[in-house]
């Protein structure tokens, strides 16, 4: 029995988050916590899926009646992806899969992106349908926003592409940026954002004060783009003074929390170039960027914050068969 095991990299948000929804672009790089797909194909007519990590046991699903309603949460993602997988290139077949993961789903890293990356690609190699990275980037980003109904999709080109990128919503532009390993430290808040409910509710904002939103996103956008080049000469003092202040800018939308805000005072505070939150805010993690000689202050600084802190490497591989 032939199968194929596929892994995608999860991500961190550098900058630019919220403004990337509206057509402004941010930096997201690739780290090395994996979701891994394990994928063989069965004579029985039924997709059965394990996911162990997300509780999902023995989960069984006729190919025929793939929907993307009435199925587990840690379901969705797999099942919508081989739908769309199967829609696209007009197939039907009984197929088996496993996903584990190297992290949890609880950190903002980008899970549910990953997992579906993962299995359109392993989908991909078994059925011998050669996709371009462009291909698997758009069907991928077809079934985040399918389930989700919202994001920018920049964490999808991580899964795809890795390495550290510059991405403007819906991958209108998907660029590599040369770096070295950003030094970075993560400090997980212990508690799970509804990515989600946030957009929502930043959407509320901006309706209602739509200049003040625009000029915000307008700035968040020079940002980025100066934030590119520091990355790209390994300037890593100026990109903490730029992550600083793109931190004051969503404190402004009222995104961050108390204890993010602790958080990044701490490490700033203990010698980080700069801190701010990663993601959608309301939890998840925050980053900082710190001197090697400052890292071990910064992350006890974190600590004392209640923070937790995360090994990751920023800069790695994208999607690739094992
Ligand atoms: C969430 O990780 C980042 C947001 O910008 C949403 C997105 O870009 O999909 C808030």
């Known amino acids: 029995m032939q199968s194929i095991t596929t892994s995608a990299p999860g991500k961190l948000l550098l900058m630019g988050e919220h403004a990337v929804v509206y057509d402004h672009p941010c930096i997201v790089t690739a780290v090395n916590h994996r979701m891994k797909i394990r994928l063989f ?46 829609q696209t290139y007009h197939l039907k ?36 349908k050669s996709m371009s990275d462009r ?49 970075l430290v993560v400090g997980y808040t212990g508690v799970k954002a509804d990515t989600v409910k946030i ?22 956008e020079e940002l980025v783009k100066e934030a590119k080049t520091c990355l790209e000469k390994n300037n890593f003092a100026e990109f903490g003074k730029l992550m600083i202040m793109n931190q004051g800018l969503l404190e402004s939308l009222g995104v961050s929390t108390e204890k993010l805000s602790q958080m990044n005072s701490g490490a700033i505070k203990a010698g980080a170039y700069g801190a701010k939150l990663s ?34 490497q920023t800069n790695t591989n994208g999607i690739r068969v094992e």
């Open 41 to 86: 194909l069965t004579d029985d007519n039924q997709m059965t899926l394990n996911a162990p990590d997300v509780e999902v046991m023995n989960y069984q699903k006729s190919v025929s009646s793939l929907v993307s309603h009435d199925m587990p949460k840690g379901a969705q993602f797999v099942e919508i992806a081989v739908r769309n997988f199967f």
């Open 93 to 128: 077949q009984g197929i088996n899969i496993t996903s584990t993961s190297d992290f949890s789903s609880q950190f903002g890293f980008g899970s549910s992106s990953a997992v579906t990356v993962a299995t359109i690609k392993a989908l991909s190699e078994i059925f011998d």
């Open 135 to 183: 291909e698997l980037f758009d069907l991928s980003y077809k079934t985040v926003l399918d389930i989700q109904g919202k994001g920018s999709g920049f964490d999808v080109a991580a899964a795809v592409y890795g390495g550290t990128l510059f991405f403007v919503t819906g991958g209108k532009r998907i660029e590599p940026i040369s770096v070295q390993n950003i030094p």
């Open 199 to 220: 957009i929502e509710r930043v959407k509320k904002i901006a309706d209602q004060y739509p200049i003040f939103v625009e000029g915000i996103y307008g700035l968040i």
């Open 279 to 312: 993601g959608a805010g309301g939890g998840d993690c925050m980053i900082a960027v710190a001197p090697a000689e400052k890292r071990s202050e910064v992350s006890t600084a974190i600590e004392k914050s209640g923070g937790t802190i995360i090994d990751v």
